[in-house]
């Protein structure tokens, strides 16, 4: 599924995390690596001289060597490439012209001036890439190896059946489990009929249309993973479906995420990307996004 693989970098710790994850991936999925460094358009403008145009981009060099150090102690050869305007466009440009199959980023990372990002280029990046995307967080473990337990998010939604083929896709590599969990919204769902409570059979209902749901996703990828589990879990948070997400992921000591960048809630609603969101801000475990749906 991943033939060619572009990393990201941008020179922070937290890139180089997600590089060695990425780098690690190509291995596992005898793929092709594409390792770009964009030096931001604006750092370019702030520069008050030839000079330190010159050293911004001598300093986009040493990341790339220094990623290129990391895939040489591992025998994994690299292309490696300079570029220069808004990274999240140059990056989804790189990924298109270039075919690939799938990206990997840092959660958050530094501008081309050191100022922290608050994930600001990954997510415009996931709003433009039709290219799967890999996001590692700071406080991701150090191993890059063990993805024992997989959870694949599901809303019913045709986007969320494709992170599930992903998910039974990286499964079939590391022989992870893969937990398939719906979860259901009660706020969302009181809010929805501006009622002070929810009547015990409303509830009873969308939790049978979530374990339809998850049952569905179980029979087509059940026959591709060594194991399935599933679940639907209620959630009275605030914090809605992404609050269940994660309540999940510490209870089944989760490795890795896999969910749609798009979907509906258990009424049907559109959701633009609000629970990813959430999620990347939020949980310390790698989350891949499928941004489009095959």
């Keep these: ?60 060099e040493a990341v790339l ?30 990924a298109a012209e270039r075919d690939v199959t799938l990206i990997v980023v840092g959660r958050q990372g530094l501008t081309g001036v050191g100022k922290r990002l608050l994930g600001g280029v990954t997510e415009r990046l996931l709003h433009r890439s039709d290219v799967p995307v890999f996001v590692v967080p700071k406080g991701a473990p150090d191993a890059t190896t063990d993805y024992s337990d997989l959870l694949v998010s599901t809303d019913g939604s045709e986007i969320a059946a494709d992170a599930a083929r992903h998910g039974a896709a990286v499964a079939r590599r590391y022989d992870s489990a893969v937990h398939v969990l719906n979860v259901v919204d009660l706020q969302a769902a009181g809010g929805a009929f501006n009622a002070g409570g929810l009547e ?8 049978a249309d979530g374990e339809e749901i998850v049952e569905d996703v179980a029979m087509e990828i059940g026959d591709e993973v060594p194991t399935v589990t599933t679940a639907v879990v209620r959630t009275t948070s605030f914090d809605g479906v992404a609050a269940g997400i994660r309540e999940y992921i510490d209870d089944a000591d989760i490795d890795l995420v896999i969910v749609g960048a798009r979907g509906r809630s258990n009424l049907g609603r559109r ?24």
């Design 200 to 207: 015990h059979e409303f509830v009873d209902r969308l939790e």
């Design 1 to 60: 599924m991943y033939d060619r693989i572009l990393i990201a970098v941008d020179g922070s710790d937290e890139a180089e995390r997600a590089a060695k994850r990425g780098l690690e991936f190509a291995r596992v999925f005898d793929a092709t690596v594409d390792i770009l460094h964009v030096v931001e358009r604006k750092a370019l403008r702030l520069a008050r001289s030839a000079d330190q145009k010159a050293r911004l981009r001598e300093r986009g």
């Design 271 to 294: 959701v633009l990307g609000s629970v990813t969101s959430a999620l990347l801000r939020t949980i310390d475990v790698p989350v891949l996004v499928v941004t489009r749906s095959s």
């Design 65 to 94: 060597e220094e990623i290129e150090g990391l895939a040489s102690d591992i025998d994994q050869p690299v292309t490696t490439e300079l570029m220069e305007g808004r990274a999240a466009i140059r990056i989804a440009e790189y």
